[in-house]
């Protein structure tokens, strides 16, 4: 059987599926065969990276504005997140291939440069905040790394996308540990009750620091990798224009679970606030450390099993990414319904880059610190490229026909695209003028 023709197969056999839960309206059962790609990115941005940074917001700021602004931010993720579900749906490719398509080989350069860029430097965070989280059990970091490589690589023997997915799915979950730790933090309900009524002013004004958290927080939830990660997912499961509701309850799901998990993770670390504790520098473990007086031991290994289930998760999303959009453009098997054989280059892509990107966090004496504390930080001023191509797109006719964006979903996603470039002229008038603020 030929490449073309297994990929089609295994895709044909769970749609069928679809079609049997359709017909026989299992509503519930409908969802579950469609939901997958939503819940993965979302989930898959609470990155290690982010987690510490909303640990970071939470220990310096307590409970406050950025309770409601982060969950904001997720409500702008899924204006985002929602073009990519009928992009993929619509055109039935992936978000590299239409833009090569839409607007040439030189934007098409520009934003697989702007992808490639991000995500190999996200990705050595992902394996950063590995080692931090295993660091806390006493693993040594050959092992914790050599041992996510072997995990991640095991998670795409299936051979099936549907086995991936699930599979990745069940990880993913793990993301919401760290709700339990916030509980055991004994928050004041009363006071984060207040924080979402009253969206508190910045604490201190718009000072450099607090302008670096802010942009890190945005760089949690809105990065240009989840816009080609979820359309090629979307295309590889192989939803269509019909699927498109449960596409967005599934992207709906996804980022109000990962609104949860950041809103906990504030939540658990602002007792490190309250006590006056300077937390600004604290890796993974050190937070997990420092949390141990208020949450308690086991609230610890928590929070560092957190920090290491969403390197994890996050580095197969990201390399999956990375592979999705180069097979798009290179015109080569993209899927993960093919074995390694069928697809070498798709894989290839996979492992080199988890492989390089691991292997440069068990460098001694790599500034991996000051990587962790910029990758969010870039990752906000590479996105108004992306949400550029991105608003283009779904409002080609020729390419979405009548899917494409309405009049309000335009306003909205622009309002997403000033949001982000603004946040980058701030900082950029941080770093020139240090004693800015507004």
């Not at 929070?303 to 990414?321: D, R």
């Not at 798009?328 to 990107?357: D, M, P």
């Not at 283009?392 to 470039?421: C, P, Q, W, Y």
């Amino acid at each position: 059987m030929n490449i073309v023709n297994r990929e089609e197969t295994v895709r044909a056999l769970d749609r069928l599926e679809v079609i049997r839960a359709r017909n026989h309206r299992h509503r519930f059962r409908l969802l579950w065969l469609l939901v997958g790609p939503g819940i993965l990115v979302m989930l898959g941005e609470n990155d290690a990276p982010s987690m510490l940074s909303y640990a970071a917001t939470g220990s310096q700021f307590g409970l406050g504005f950025f309770l409601p602004f982060v969950f904001l931010t997720f409500a702008m993720a899924f204006l985002a997140q929602e073009m990519t579900v009928r992009l993929g749906a619509v055109s039935k490719t992936g978000h590299a291939e239409l833009i090569y398509r839409r607007f040439g080989q030189f934007w098409g350069n520009f934003a697989m440069v702007d992808l490639l860029f991000t995500n190999l430097l996200t990705l050595v965070t992902e394996f950063v905040g590995v080692v931090a989280g295993a660091g806390y059990f006493g693993i040594p970091k050959w092992a914790s790394v050599s041992a996510a490589i072997l995990l991640i690589a095991g998670a795409y023997s299936f051979r099936r996308y549907w086995s991936w997915e699930r599979t990745l799915l069940a990880l993913a979950m793990f993301n919401l540990i760290f709700i339990p730790v916030a509980l055991l933090s004994h928050p004041d309900w009363g006071t984060v009750g207040h924080a979402f009524m009253t969206f508190s002013p910045l604490p201190g004004g718009w000072n450099a620091n607090t302008v670096v958290i802010l942009l890190s927080d945005i760089g949690a939830t809105i990065t240009p990798w989840m816009l080609f990660f979820q359309q090629g997912a979307v295309s590889d499961k192989g939803l269509s224009i019909r699927d498109l509701p449960q596409g967005r309850m599934d992207t709906g799901i996804g980022a109000l679970l990962a609104a949860l998990a950041a809103m906990a993770t504030i939540i658990a670390t602002a007792p490190l606030f309250v006590h006056h504790m300077n937390a600004s520098q604290f890796g993974a473990a050190q937070f997990a450390q420092a949390l141990v007086p208020y949450v308690g031991p086991v609230g610890g290994a928590l929070f560092a099993l957190g920090i290491l289930e969403a390197g994890l998760v996050a580095a197969t999303t990201i390399a999956t990414s990375s592979a999705y959009a180069f097979g798009e453009v290179r015109k080569q098997a993209h899927s993960l319904n093919h074995s390694f054989h069928e697809a070498k280059s798709f894989y290839g892509i996979l492992f080199v880059t988890l492989c390089l990107t691991g292997g440069i966090v068990v460098i001694p004496h790599f500034p991996l610190e000051y990587i962790v504390l910029v990758v969010n930080v870039i990752a906000v001023l590479t996105m108004p490229p992306a949400i550029g191509f991105l608003l283009l797109l779904a409002n080609d006719k020729e390419v979405m026909g009548e899917h494409r964006n309405t009049r309000l979903l335009n306003v909205l996603g622009i309002g997403v695209g000033v949001f982000v470039s603004l946040a980058g002229i701030i900082y950029a008038l941080t770093v020139i003028f240090p004693n800015f603020t507004l």
